[in-house]
């Protein structure tokens, strides 16, 4: 063919051929987005339908009992027991009131309390578990388990997010108890027998007339009847005996739970850090004593069953009760035990239970001798006071709240105050202040894929 006879092709077959060609191309593109849909709309479905299935959630404490004050782990296992990987995954974990996570900032060397609630994100691969270790702040007494944890999933994108909030169910690994704190009561209290300027540093609650140590120089709050004349004699001043204190012999510790004079039955305190108060310093009284004989059992105006027995019932059946009598280092722990699952309801008034009290004394204190731990003071109590000394059973009184005064107290009962005048000291709840120990950051949460 020579090259005359070759015709090149027509204008609108190559026009026809390129749109030909560009429809193809667009065709495959749309393909291409459609079926980038279509598995986007798949794997959607198969991570709403699968993505929190066959989720395993387990949570335990290094230890099952700790004091207010210490720092315990928390461990957390999360596993993806199905083929289908967690691509996302991000974990809001809490903890019940009394109990805080433990931090250490990026960059900063002093530990910080979060509060009970903390976030995390995470992927998981098919079969596979991611394991968290805690650091927990004990903060307040009380019976623990961990709160509920929410899991949130998303697919493969990253969206169309899913959630469900697993409640962790209770065991004996997952449970802590938290023992009310034990704090050095004269760090905080004094007594009203005590002068202004000396130093309230009791070896022991009450003494033993019969058995003296020698004598000292008399001071006004000093009876009488403690007076040493041939010593007074011999010195040329006055001088009183001091006494041993006792070593074998029984009192009972009786706790007011209302934190105002005006707070109702069966109800909560109005101030219930009051009554914690009332509760730390009860458990740190049983602590002093608990190296010597001491034989000491607990009352209280709440009903909590762990108590013990119910001396008396109204005809609502709400209690007045009274623990088993505890005595030495075996049983303070059962006793501390009791104090951290005590409940804070009030059961009856406290004029009611100084009223029963009355009508029975030597139940409610069969060695003779009571220490009252009470938020406030009042005449009634002034009166209770007394009427038992009639009787010969000596009462105590500790005064939780800083904004009793002095002044108001009687000079004839023996009475422990705090220190300082504010309303607003609370010795029961643990302060993490500046816990510096030196850690690196892993240690305060960890997690290891396996």
């Given at each position: 063919?020579?090259?005359?006879?070759?015709?090149f092709?027509?204008?609108?077959?190559?026009?026809?051929?390129?749109?030909?060609?560009?429809?193809?191309?667009?065709?495959?593109?749309?393909?291409?987005?459609?079926?980038?849909?279509?598995?986007?709309?798949?794997?959607?479905?198969?991570?709403?339908?699968?993505?929190?299935?066959?989720?395993?959630?387990?949570?335990?404490?290094?230890?099952?009992?700790?004091?207010a004050g210490?720092?315990?782990?928390?461990?957390?296992?999360?596993?993806?027991?199905?083929?289908?990987?967690?691509?996302?995954?991000?974990?809001?974990?809490?903890?019940?009131?009394?109990?805080?996570?433990?931090?250490?900032p990026?960059?900063?060397?002093?530990?910080?309390?979060?509060?009970?609630?903390?976030?995390?994100?995470?992927?998981?691969?098919s079969h596979?578990?991611?394991?968290?270790?805690?650091?927990?702040?004990?903060?307040?007494?009380?019976?623990?388990?961990?709160?509920?944890?929410?899991?949130?999933?998303?697919?493969?994108?990253?969206?169309?997010n899913?959630s469900?909030?697993?409640?962790?169910?209770?065991s004996?690994?997952?449970?802590?108890?938290?023992?009310?704190?034990?704090?050095?009561?004269?760090?905080?209290?004094?007594?009203?027998?005590?002068?202004?300027?000396?130093v309230?540093?009791?070896?022991?609650?009450?003494?033993?007339?019969?058995?003296?140590?020698?004598?000292?120089?008399?001071?006004?709050?000093?009876?009488?009847?403690?007076?040493?004349?041939?010593?007074?004699?011999?010195?040329?001043s006055l001088?009183?005996?001091v006494?041993?204190?006792?070593?074998?012999?029984s009192?009972?510790?009786?706790?007011?739970?209302?934190?105002?004079?005006?707070?109702?039955?069966?109800?909560?305190?109005?101030?219930?850090?009051?009554?914690?108060?009332?509760?730390?310093?009860?458990?740190?009284?049983?602590?002093?004593?608990?190296?010597?004989?001491?034989?000491?059992?607990?009352?209280?105006?709440?009903?909590?069953?762990?108590?013990?027995r119910?001396?008396?019932?109204?005809?609502?059946?709400?209690?007045?009760?009274?623990?088993?009598?505890?005595?030495?280092?075996?049983?303070?722990?059962?006793?501390?035990?009791?104090?951290?699952?005590m409940k804070?309801?009030?059961?009856?008034s406290?004029?009611?239970?100084?009223?029963?009290?009355?009508?029975?004394?030597?139940?409610?204190?069969?060695?003779?001798?009571?220490?009252?731990?009470?938020?406030?003071?009042?005449?009634?109590?002034?009166?209770?006071?007394?009427?038992?000394?009639?009787?010969?059973?000596s009462?105590?009184?500790?005064?939780?709240?800083?904004s009793?005064?002095?002044?108001?107290?009687?000079?004839?009962?023996?009475?422990?105050?705090?220190y300082?005048?504010?309303?607003?000291?609370?010795?029961?709840?643990?302060?993490?202040?500046?816990?510096?120990?030196?850690?690196?950051?892993?240690t305060?949460?960890?997690?290891?894929g396996?």
């Amino acid at each position: 063919m020579t090259a005359s006879a070759y015709r090149f092709p027509d204008k609108k077959y190559l026009l026809l051929i390129r749109d030909t060609k560009g429809g193809v191309v667009t065709l495959i593109f749309f393909a291409i987005i459609l079926s980038i849909y279509l598995l986007y709309l798949l794997q959607r479905k198969i991570y709403e339908k699968k993505a929190l299935s066959q989720i395993g959630y387990d949570v335990s404490f290094s230890c099952g009992e700790a004091f207010a004050g210490d720092i315990i782990y928390m461990y957390e296992e999360i596993s993806n027991n199905k083929n289908l990987p967690i691509v996302f995954a991000k974990v809001d974990t809490e903890l019940p009131d009394g109990l805080s996570f433990l931090m250490l900032p990026f960059g900063s060397d002093r530990v910080e309390v979060q509060k009970g609630f903390i976030e995390s994100i995470f992927s998981l691969h098919s079969h596979s578990a991611v394991k968290r270790r805690w650091r927990v702040y004990c903060s307040r007494r009380g019976i623990y388990s961990p709160g509920t944890v929410l899991i949130i999933t998303g697919d493969m994108t990253g969206s169309n997010n899913t959630s469900r909030r697993y409640e962790v169910p209770h065991s004996v690994q997952n449970q802590l108890t938290v023992l009310p704190r034990i704090i050095d009561l004269d760090l905080y209290f004094t007594s009203s027998r005590i002068q202004p300027g000396e130093v309230a540093l009791p070896r022991g609650l009450f003494s033993d007339a019969m058995t003296r140590a020698g004598t000292r120089e008399y001071t006004s709050s000093d009876p009488m009847s403690k007076i040493n004349w041939k010593s007074t004699a011999a010195h040329a001043s006055l001088q009183v005996n001091v006494e041993e204190y006792l070593q074998n012999y029984s009192f009972n510790i009786i706790i007011n739970m209302q934190a105002r004079d005006h707070d109702q039955a069966h109800a909560k305190p109005s101030i219930p850090y009051y009554i914690e108060n009332n509760i730390t310093v009860a458990a740190s009284i049983i602590d002093r004593v608990a190296s010597y004989d001491v034989s000491v059992a607990i009352i209280a105006n709440s009903d909590t069953e762990s108590l013990g027995r119910a001396l008396y019932a109204d005809e609502d059946m709400n209690t007045l009760r009274i623990t088993e009598s505890y005595s030495g280092t075996t049983d303070t722990l059962a006793a501390l035990h009791t104090l951290a699952e005590m409940k804070t309801d009030i059961s009856i008034s406290t004029e009611k239970m100084l009223d029963v009290i009355l009508s029975d004394p030597y139940e409610y204190a069969p060695g003779g001798n009571l220490i009252f731990i009470s938020a406030y003071f009042t005449e009634r109590m002034v009166s209770f006071h007394r009427e038992m000394k009639k009787l010969g059973i000596s009462v105590s009184f500790y005064l939780t709240a800083g904004s009793i005064g002095v002044r108001d107290l009687p000079s004839d009962i023996e009475i422990f105050y705090i220190y300082s005048h504010s309303d607003d000291i609370d010795f029961s709840r643990a302060d993490v202040g500046d816990y510096n120990e030196e850690i690196s950051s892993g240690t305060f949460g960890e997690e290891d894929g396996n």
